[in-house]
């Protein structure tokens, strides 16, 4: 929609909220029709160790921390080799100084050659630069070295907020906004998609939602590498914000739907049933959103907040979701 920021401001602080999800709604099947889409993964969180010490972050370990651990690559291939129907691995993980730069490099090795039919999405922008850090190697030459390897694309995480006033409040070690979208454009550039994020509902402004999504369609006029957009409400528990509440179900789809105005540039905005809840993830799928992420088998991040293990999602009950509100299930 070719809407200004302070007219975009206005949308998403409307309390008209079913007029906003029309209109998204309206976008998303533009684009899509009825299509809404689902793939077959798995999550891989290889360590949970971490020397960054983000405060909204309830997963991070300390090395010798009870709960601390690393997985050897010869255990993340057992859990996948009884995998016969996968199409994507998913893989992100702490900053762990106790890996060595070609851990990282022989994972991503050894998941193709057990599996070279399957998608590897792996390691987000921060955890990038983490190894060229690690490594002294450039970005690129990273990057160059994974996609030789069998990396196929990039997560999304790390953005957090491009807000360089909640950076330093929340995340302060963590890499800044420029070095995340420098990241991107560089994985963009040597033929790496991606995918991007927002976690919102915890300290950002409205303005500096808007200002994020902004950003993001900037960045895909310029080089057309991200593939979905993730919104993720904040989940408070377990945190150093846990005084903070939860984001309502009514900001969540206000947050979808204007992403979907927005990034009418990007092809998927993701309901991640993970962070959403499967009854709204389904609502959020007339809110803008068109693609449900997928099975995801395990994953540690949010369980370590919420301390409630993720169950899967079987392909059936995907598409069950995706028909109650008669729509067409494409598997991707």
Known sequence: ??????????????????????????????IHQKKYYYTINRHINYTN????????CGYRKNPKEKGAYVLSIERILENLSSENSLREVHIVGGLNPELPYEYYINLVKKIKLCKPEVR??????????????????????VLLEL????????????AEVFSERIRKELYPTKISSERWIEIAKTAHQIGLKSNATLLFGHIETEEEVIEHLLKLREI???????EAFVPLPFIPKNTKLSHLSSPSSQKILKTIAI??????NFPHIKAYWVFLGIGLSQVALLWGADHL???????????????????????????????????EPVLI
């Open 120 to 141: 590897v999405r792996a390691f987000t922008c921060v955890e990038i630069d983490f190894l060229s850090k690690i490594s002294g190697k450039s970005v690129k030459d």
């Open 1 to 30: 929609m070719n809407l200004n920021k302070k007219e975009l401001l206005k949308l998403y602080q409307s309390e008209n909220i079913f007029e906003l999800g029309k209109l998204s709604l309206e976008i998303k099947e533009k």
């Open 147 to 158: 996609k030789d390897a069998g990396l196929d694309s990039l997560p999304g995480g790390g």
């Open 49 to 56: 160790i971490c020397v960054l010490n983000c405060k909204f």
């Open 259 to 264: 992403s979907r105005l927005i990034l009418d």
């Open 293 to 327: 992420h997928g099975t995801v088998i395990e994953e540690k991040i949010s369980e370590a907040m919420k301390e409630v293990p993720v169950v899967e999602l079987s392909p059936y009950e995907i598409e069950k979701i995706i028909k109650e509100i008669n729509g």
């Open 220 to 226: 895909q006029e310029e080089t057309g590498g991200f």
